[in-house]
């Protein structure tokens, strides 16, 4: 089991960057695959990217070219770097720890964070 916290959230302006982070304890960090998720009012969680324990890394279409998701195993820690933010990128952001294949599907992921919010105003 790995406990998770997001932090870095916040208001910006269309075309802002900011950087979300999750800091997560427990054993192995290394080895799990870690996701950042997204909800917005009225909207299922979607899958934004994750990078595995292999670090290999996934995007979702809608923010390839934009977001670059990283890991720094030795701070058990992962960072989402947003650029050339959207409106339409607003939402609560959740990362999600896991083992499981389904690495670009909520099932995959078993552990949680609180989320952070991120609102990107036109």
């Known amino acids: 089991q790995l406990q998770l916290v997001e932090s870095g959230g916040g208001l910006v302006q269309t075309g802002g960057s900011l950087r979300v982070s999750c800091a997560a304890s427990?054993?192995?960090?290394?080895?799990?695959?870690i996701g950042w998720f997204r909800q917005a009012p009225g909207k299922e969680r979607e899958f934004v990217a994750t990078i595995t324990g292999a670090n290999t890394v996934y995007y979702a279409e809608s923010v390839k070219g934009r977001f670059t998701i990283s890991r720094d195993n030795a701070k058990n820690t992962v960072y989402l770097q947003m650029n050339s933010l959207k409106p339409e990128d607003t939402a609560n952001y959740y990362c999600?720890?896991?083992?499981?294949?389904?690495?670009?599907?909520?099932?995959?992921?078993?552990?949680w964070g609180q989320g952070t919010q991120v609102t990107v105003s036109s």
């Open positions: 999600a720890a896991g083992r499981d294949g389904r690495i670009l599907s909520p099932l995959g992921y078993g552990n």
């Open positions: 427990g054993r192995s960090f290394s080895t799990w695959n």
